[in-house]
């Protein structure tokens, strides 16, 4: 198994649409979680770090599930500038600096 | 302005030659890494630095080398050793030693081995 996984996709969906991404670890101990967009050919820009509790920036809302040792980002009214790669990191090892990403799940939103 | 600079964006490098992308920043940043990705696949952990003189191995360290002898500074070699060469390079550093922080990126260096 896979330290991060995430489905590749493409995810294509019309503008305005709400699109959810997963993304599972395989160490129960990880404790940090983050998301990142990337453009095609750019280096990865954070989007949002995931708390505890859930966060939301705007459109964008971040949750992790312990339990089934998941994290997930989900964007409502889909615009076409949101089309990219989004890509997730844990830092599998809790406290040792090493943090893995996932492969990356790519979104294209339709006019 | 505060970052973290790669050069040089592109290399060209013939197959048998050891290279060495440069990766400094200016953040103040303790911890350092050292991401390879190839194309339609996502950031592969090669080696990172949670402090000076010091480094671990990522997930694919084979065929690599790197160093961290100031704390600005975080170089890798991609060593004739390396079979597969050609890809995009990314360094990045974290304030945080102990990966709770987000990473900070350069822009990249595309290397290409003929």
């Known amino acids: ?87 997730c990191v844990v830092n599998i090892e809790s406290n040792t600096g090493k943090l893995i990403f996932g492969q990356g799940t790519t979104l294209q939103v339709k006019p | 302005d505060g970052g973290i600079t790669q050069s040089p964006k592109y290399l060209f490098r013939k197959e048998g030659q050891n290279v060495t992308l440069s990766c400094e920043q200016n953040l103040n940043h303790d911890a350092m890494y050292w991401y390879r990705q190839d194309p339609g696949q996502g950031l592969r952990l090669i080696y ?23 704390k600005e500074s975080f170089p890798l070699t991609v060593t004739s050793a390396q079979k ?19 990473l900070h990126f350069g822009n990249g260096t595309r290397l290409t081995v003929t």
């Open chain 1, 1 to 87: 198994r896979k330290e991060v996984e995430q489905d590749p996709g493409p995810f294509n969906v019309p503008e305005g649409a709400t699109v959810a991404f997963n993304c599972t670890y395989s160490n129960s101990a990880s404790q940090s979680f983050f998301w990142y967009r990337q453009d095609c050919r750019k280096e990865p820009k954070l989007l949002m770090s995931v708390y505890s509790s859930g966060n939301e920036d705007g459109r964008f809302t971040a949750q992790l599930n312990r339990a089934s040792q998941y994290i997930s980002l989900l964007i409502r009214d889909s615009k076409l500038s949101d089309s990219a790669t989004y890509l």
């Open chain 2, 48 to 70: 990172y630095s949670q402090i000076v003189n010091d480094f671990q191995k990522g997930d694919i360290a084979e065929g690599y080398s790197v160093s961290r002898e100031k």
């Open chain 2, 84 to 102: 597969n060469p050609t890809a995009f390079y990314l360094c990045a550093s974290s304030i945080d030693r102990g990966g709770r922080s987000p």
